[in-house]
């Protein structure tokens, strides 16, 4: 009976290692990335790029860093903002085409020098193309940023590009 009980258990902790297996174990994007501002109701566009790096400690819950660099002119005049965010992501890894995302984030921006408290929550839909490589074919965020203790922006943000997830699968 023990070495029956010691089999069992046995096949139980191989099932569960082979089943841990059945997700990326880390995923990194790297993209275009647009960023609207608005500030007093006045709008700015700017273009850059985003990118993004997530650890996976299970098949639903990811722990990200993101970082991103937008630039804007206008009327000559050249802005820069870094942001650099880092949460929890949430996956629907139940298909093998498409993977939808949930992240909430929290951290900084830098507006030409100028520190904020940033946030962003959104999420988005990477099309699974081998079990290494994804498109995410768009990150939809609203993303606040907050400067002083009055002067806040919202923002939205809109990112696409390419998924690597090295380990797992």
């Not at 275009?32 to 819950?61: C, D, E, K, Q, R």
């Amino acid at each position: 009976m023990r070495k029956l009980a010691c089999l069992c258990g046995l096949v139980l902790a191989l099932a569960v290692s082979a089943s841990a297996q059945d997700y990326p174990k880390a995923e990194v994007f790297g993209g275009y990335s647009y960023l609207h501002t608005s500030i007093a109701g006045v709008g700015f566009s700017s273009n850059g790029a985003s990118g993004s790096i997530s650890v996976n400690p299970n098949n639903w819950l990811g722990l990200v860093g993101d970082f991103g660099v937008y630039h804007n002119t206008t009327a000559g005049v050249g802005t820069n903002t870094v942001s650099y965010l880092f949460g929890p992501k949430l996956a629907y890894r139940h298909s093998d085409k498409l993977t939808p995302y949930f992240h909430f984030l929290l951290g900084g921006a830098h507006v030409s020098g100028s520190g904020a408290f940033a946030l962003a929550f959104g999420g988005g839909f990477d099309a699974n193309v081998t079990p290494h490589v994804a498109i995410r074919l768009i990150q939809a965020d609203y993303m606040l940023t907050k400067f002083g203790t009055n002067t806040h922006q919202n923002n939205a943000r809109i990112s696409a590009g390419i998924v690597f997830r090295p380990g797992g699968r």
